[in-house]
């Protein structure tokens, strides 16, 4: 269920008419419902009572600050992969004992951020950045709170690009390898082994790969204790996958039971990093149409919005339901129609041959369960400055990250000497 529903024809952001904010911030920008943030983080935690879990929301999917603050209040911690994104956690006023720090390829900078602000726990992923870690925590006189990523070489099913979990994926110690290098890291004098992570993938709409999974590392944990390592956190990672098309996903409770039957037992504190599930369905995508085209073998309905600014479709093939803004009143066929950017590259289409009500130019669309992995991953591509994201909440709304000026973007950029003067180009 989310917040995104037809009132008297029209499509609101809880009770806010969509059709109004983008009379006033312009499209196309990324609209948050606060409701939907706070249902979903809300179902996911109480899946979890009576485990002692914490539930860090992984901040890649939607870093907005007021988003994770959102979650905050209602108890969330997160999982983070950069500096960058430690700062927003730390300025949206997150704990650092709620924080957990993963990636494969944390800087120097990162691992003293994360040292410094005192975090939870490092998810660490290879020898060498295990070694580095303890350096820095030694020469800081501190001491690295570590899990070890583990690769349980469990195929989660799912696209190629967002599968984490096999051994031939760059992510985390081998299976086999991880009893060494838990010995390796007791000898290190900047690290304290608290526990042990896992994440296979994302978008998993089948629970069967992560019982394979967590009966792996029950296993595990179970020898990683009789050679005398305390593991007291079991970190699960994220993937819950969500219904993009309306089909059926797995139920938090479930995975919750799953979690329980499989690692339940052994008695750890245990850290859920759901990304996608607490915001995918929080989030629309609202685009103009630009101009209805007539193509020699189909009708393309050109948007305002591109691939750089919602990536998923390119990238993974994605579907994304649409809708227009203001519901059709004629009871016409629905037209099946291409909908598409204006980047010059064929990739830059939202969805081919979709059943859509006649639009005229001008009219308004969303594009659904685009609150994951939208907005974080847009980019300035054929230098198209970075649309703005909106939060509603009941009858308020505001606008949570302005609008890029294509000034912003020129201003980073700088002539070198050489090309300055009194030529100019004829
Ligand atoms: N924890 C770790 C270590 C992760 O790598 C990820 C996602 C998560 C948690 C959260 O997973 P989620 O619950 O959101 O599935 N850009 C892709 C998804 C990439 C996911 C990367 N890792 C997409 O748009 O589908």
Not at 265 to 273: A, G, I, M, S, T
Not at 399 to 419: F, G, K, Q, T, Y
């Amino acid at each position: 269920m989310d917040h995104f529903q037809y009132r008297d024809g029209q499509m609101h952001v809880e009770d806010v008419p969509l059709a109004t904010i983008a009379e006033s911030v312009g499209t196309p920008f990324y609209c948050y419902s606060s409701a939907t943030l706070e249902r979903h983080y809300d179902a996911f935690a109480d899946a979890f009572e009576g485990q002692n879990a914490l539930v860090a929301y992984a901040i890649k999917a939607n870093s907005n600050m007021a988003v994770i603050r959102t979650l905050g209040l209602r108890g969330a911690g997160v999982a983070l992969v950069s500096g960058g994104e430690l700062r927003r956690a730390q300025q949206a006023g997150i704990p650092a004992q709620k924080i957990v720090f993963s990636g494969v390829g944390k800087t120097e900078a990162e691992l003293i951020a994360g040292l410094d602000a005192g975090i939870l726990q490092f998810n660490v992923e290879s020898e060498p950045e295990l070694r580095k870690l303890s350096e820095i925590a030694v020469a800081r006189g501190k001491t690295a709170p570590v899990a070890i990523r583990v690769n349980p070489d469990v195929d989660a099913g799912v696209h190629h690009k967002i599968t984490t979990g096999l051994k031939e994926n760059k992510f985390g110690i081998e299976w086999t390898a991880a009893r060494e290098i838990y010995a390796k890291a007791r000898d290190l004098p900047g690290i304290e082994v608290v526990g042990l992570s896992v994440h296979i993938g994302s978008q998993l709409l089948d629970l069967e790969p992560f019982r394979k999974a967590f009966l792996k590392i029950s296993d595990l944990v179970a020898m990683l204790r009789q050679d005398g390592h305390d593991i007291r956190n079991l970190d699960l990672g994220g993937g819950l996958g969500i219904p993009y098309d309306g089909g059926p996903s797995p139920a938090p409770a479930d995975y919750a039971a799953l979690v329980k039957e499989t690692v339940g037992n052994l008695d750890c504190l245990l850290v859920l990093e759901p990304g996608r599930m607490i915001t995918g369905n929080a989030g629309v995508l609202v685009t103009r149409l630009l101009y209805r085209k007539e193509g020699a073998t189909r009708t393309f309905y050109v948007v305002d919005a591109g691939m750089n600014d919602l990536m998923r479709p390119t990238l993974y093939d994605a579907y994304h339901h649409m809708e227009p803004v203001r519901q059709s009143d004629s009871n016409a066929e629905p037209l099946p129609v291409d909908v598409v950017g204006p980047i010059c590259e064929t990739g830059d289409t939202f969805g081919k041959q979709r059943p859509l009500p006649a639009m005229e130019q001008g009219d308004l669309l969303i594009m659904r369960t685009a609150g994951a992995y939208g907005a974080v991953m847009a980019n300035t591509y054929n230098t198209r400055a970075g649309i703005p994201e909106v939060l509603a909440s009941g009858d308020r709304w505001t606008v949570v990250r302005r609008r890029m000026e294509v000034a912003d973007l020129l201003a980073l950029e700088s002539m070198p000497d050489w090309l300055e003067g009194d030529d100019d180009p004829a």
